[in-house]
């Protein structure tokens, strides 16, 4: 059985059907990228999952759980953890404040000082900030303190927006290095990504979107060298 299931799936802004009957699915352990233009409905889906956004029909399973009928504020306890495009840090708070608030579904104090330490291990610009004011980092330091605010909550499936947007060519490459050390530390990704090439060097398999259908599917390295794909998406 996949970890996070989706079949059928539909959704709509008022009369605007932005998901047409998707399916895909996610295993344990993989990196899955979902890629396409700007409007494709790649936001959707992650808001769609993690309850943000309802559906109109189909089901979304999450370990034999059907999310469409959990309520969102308990997703994240199941496992799931999202960082949602633009980051969404709290920006007059601390980094160490911001990284608090990721783990506030657990209780164990001692665990969560662990998982602190871990984040720490991961992002080291982070503990050396951990007293600054979160508003005041540079973009590729927010990322990097929203991914570490996700970690906190010791998700299995991590979902990830958009997470090289805006970030400066450097920034973009080191992003990407820590999404493949979550992945090899055991967590498992969906990635929502406009940086196709980016995304598909280090998934595992992908799912192209266009205007709310999955029109390919396969594996990253065999996408790479599809020629639609090359000319829509790497611009080649
Ligand atoms: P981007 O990379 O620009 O975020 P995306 O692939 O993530 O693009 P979505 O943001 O999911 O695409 O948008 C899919 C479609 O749904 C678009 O046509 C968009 O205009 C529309 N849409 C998104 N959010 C809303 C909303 N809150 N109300 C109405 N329409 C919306």
């Given amino acids: 059985m996949a970890m996070l299931e989706i079949k059928d799936l539909q959704v709509y802004y008022g009369v605007i059907q932005a998901i047409k009957g998707i399916s895909f699915e996610v295993n344990q352990g993989e990196v899955i990228a979902l890629i396409g233009a700007n409007g494709a409905g790649k936001t959707t889906i992650l808001h769609t999952i993690t309850g943000l956004v309802p559906a109109k029909e189909g089901s979304i399973m999450f370990e034999g759980k059907d999310l469409l009928k959990t309520p969102a504020h308990t997703i994240v306890a199941l496992g799931m953890a999202h960082v949602p495009e633009g980051?969404?840090?709290?920006?007059?708070?601390?980094?160490?404040?911001?990284?608090?608030?990721?783990?506030?579904?657990?209780?164990?104090?001692?665990?969560?000082?662990?998982?602190?330490?871990?984040?720490?291990?991961?992002?080291?610009?982070?503990?050396?900030?951990?007293?600054?004011?979160?508003?005041?980092?540079?973009?590729?330091?927010?990322?990097?303190?929203?991914?570490?605010?996700?970690?906190?909550?010791?998700?299995?499936?991590?979902?990830?927006?958009?997470?090289?947007?805006?970030?400066?060519?450097?920034?973009?490459?080191?992003?990407?290095?820590?999404?493949?050390?979550?992945?090899?530390?055991?967590?498992?990704?969906?990635?929502?990504?406009?940086?196709?090439?980016?995304?598909?060097?280090?998934?595992?398999?992908?799912?192209?979107?266009?205007?709310?259908n999955i029109v390919l599917a396969g594996d990253a390295k065999v996408l790479m060298d599809d020629d639609s794909v090359k000319k829509a998406y790497l611009g080649e």
Avoid: C, W
């Fill in 87 to 212: 980051r969404r840090i709290f920006a007059d708070l601390t980094v160490y404040d911001n990284l608090k608030l990721g783990a506030y579904t657990r209780s164990d104090k001692k665990e969560i000082a662990e998982t602190l330490e871990k984040v720490f291990e991961r992002f080291p610009r982070l503990k050396e900030r951990r007293n600054q004011i979160a508003g005041t980092l540079s973009g590729g330091e927010q990322q990097m303190l929203a991914m570490g605010r996700a970690l906190m909550s010791h998700p299995k499936i991590i979902l990830m927006d958009e997470p090289s947007m805006g970030l400066s060519p450097l920034f973009v490459t080191e992003i990407f290095n820590i999404i493949k050390e979550i992945s090899a530390s055991g967590t498992t990704v969906l990635l929502v990504e406009q940086n196709a090439k980016k995304a598909l060097a280090i998934a595992n398999r992908a799912y192209v979107l266009e205007t709310g």
